[in-house]
């Protein structure tokens, strides 16, 4: 079965980076596109960035444009999320999808079927 494992998340300063990682296993990760979610206290599930199975693509919210950067390495089965000039407000459960069908690009809309159990970011100001 698919198995999503996010790595990477900790206590950082206003202004700090930190790099998650997200480790796939079950299918040929090549073939589906990716996306980084969070979850803030009282909020809902938020989308953040999406990659494209082939990795040409990427999408990302508003909030984190210029300052996130989403990219996968198929050959490692992994999805990163570089977080650079981190906010009190990016504090929250992060997440990793996969995408449920092949060959997407890994935007908002997209129906990521397979998640993993999330880790935490926590910036102070």
């Known amino acids: 079965q698919v198995q999503l494992v996010e790595s990477g998340g900790g206590l950082v300063q206003a202004g700090g980076s930190l790099r998650l990682s997200c480790a796939a296993s079950?299918?040929?990760?090549?073939?589906?596109?990716m996306a980084w979610f969070r979850q803030a206290p009282g909020k809902d599930r938020e989308f953040v960035a999406g990659?494209?199975?082939?990795?040409?693509?990427?999408n990302y919210a508003d909030s984190v444009k210029g300052r996130f950067t989403i990219s996968r390495d198929n050959a490692r089965n992994t999805v990163y999320l570089q977080m650079n000039s981190l906010k009190p407000e990016d504090t929250a459960v992060y997440y990793c999808?996969?995408?449920?069908?092949?060959?997407?690009?890994?935007?908002?809309?997209?129906?990521?079927?397979?998640w993993g159990q999330g880790t935490q970011v926590t910036v102070s100001s």
């Open positions: 079950g299918r040929t990760f090549s073939r589906y596109a």
């Open positions: 999808a996969q995408d449920g069908l092949e060959y997407g690009i890994g935007n908002r809309r997209t129906k990521y079927n397979y």
């Open positions: 990659i494209s199975w082939g990795g040409d693509t990427s």
